[in-house]
């Protein structure tokens, strides 16, 4: 993950506390939401505290907070959400955030160096340093965080159940209607329709590293060192393993047919195009005093 240096660091009477608490994480772990509130609320006077309870109120809540700073009470895809949004309103860069990682999918809290406890993630919030990191920003205006992979085209991709956490009532219950119409497959596996290794093509800062004619098992792309993108192509191989193939760069294009990408908590597509550029030091998370 790539980062720049700290530039501001917290104390508890720094700041006015916005804590906007994520549904998912009060349904996922009460406890953990309450112990995260009590420990905020102990060290920051003034502290509002916003209860959504859905995606509409959590972004308006966001966009309300006026000079307050947020703080994020959720798992991996309530953090991403929330950077799109501030991102999408053009206020990432003068917004620090912080977050006290809920819930069951916390990796990307993990890798960007959040505690993952609720007292060490809140004490973090209320004494921890801000951290400029580099953001991935593709053409729809999304956002990546951490990495994204895109995986083979064929056989199955697993994919975590728990990530449809965020889903609404109505498309639960959508799922469990289809799931009594249609064989059921193992937990966690989701068929792709194609078949076979993918064909796209990839190129990075307008030089193509593989073409439509080199059939791929996966692309993986993560933010790299000063404002780069780390680029790895793994080509298919028929007996002996092929050599990935690397690449650095501030722009990432992936086309050819149809695929699907996984970025960070989130699966999106299919898409036939996306590019991807690299926003240096673009937002600021607050982390531990090293």
């Not at 804590?19 to 406890?31: H, K, L, M, S, T």
């Not at 920051?44 to 109120?57: N, Q, Y």
């Not at 966001?62 to 000079?67: I, P, V």
Request: with cysteine.
């Amino acid at each position: 993950m790539a980062e720049v240096a700290t530039s501001r660091t917290f104390s508890a009477t720094s700041d006015q506390l916005l804590v906007v608490v994520d549904p998912v994480a009060r349904r996922a772990d009460g406890e953990s939401v309450r112990i995260a509130k009590d420990v905020i609320g102990a060290g920051a006077a003034g502290t509002k505290v916003c209860l959504p309870d859905g995606p509409e109120e959590f972004a308006r809540a966001l966009s309300r907070r006026g000079s307050r700073r947020p703080v994020v009470v959720g798992d991996d895809r309530a953090l991403v959400r929330a950077v799109e949004l501030l991102h999408r309103q053009r206020e990432l860069a003068a917004c620090t955030l912080s977050l006290v990682p809920v819930g069951g999918a916390v990796a990307l809290a993990r890798s960007l160096g959040v505690p993952t406890g609720a007292v060490a993630a809140a004490r973090t919030v209320l004494e921890g340093v801000e951290r400029r990191m580099d953001l991935l920003v593709d053409d729809s205006d999304g956002v990546v965080l951490g990495a994204l992979r895109i995986p083979p085209a064929g056989g199955v991709t697993r994919l975590r159940e728990a990530d449809g956490g965020a889903d609404g009532p109505w498309l639960r219950t959508c799922r469990s209607l289809v799931r009594t119409l249609v064989p059921a497959r193992p937990s966690g596996i989701v068929s792709a329709p194609e078949a076979g290794p993918a064909r796209l093509r990839v190129e990075v800062d307008g030089k193509t590293l593989v073409d439509l004619g080199q059939p791929v098992e996966s692309v993986s792309i993560a933010p790299g060192v000063s404002g780069r993108a780390r680029v790895e192509v793994r080509p298919a191989s028929v007996g002996a393993e092929a050599s990935p193939l690397s690449a650095e760069g501030r722009t990432v294009t992936v086309s050819g047919a149809h695929f699907r990408y996984r970025a960070d908590a989130v699966v999106s597509g299919p898409v036939r195009t996306r590019t991807w550029v690299v926003r240096e030091g673009a937002w600021g998370l607050t982390v531990p005093v090293r």
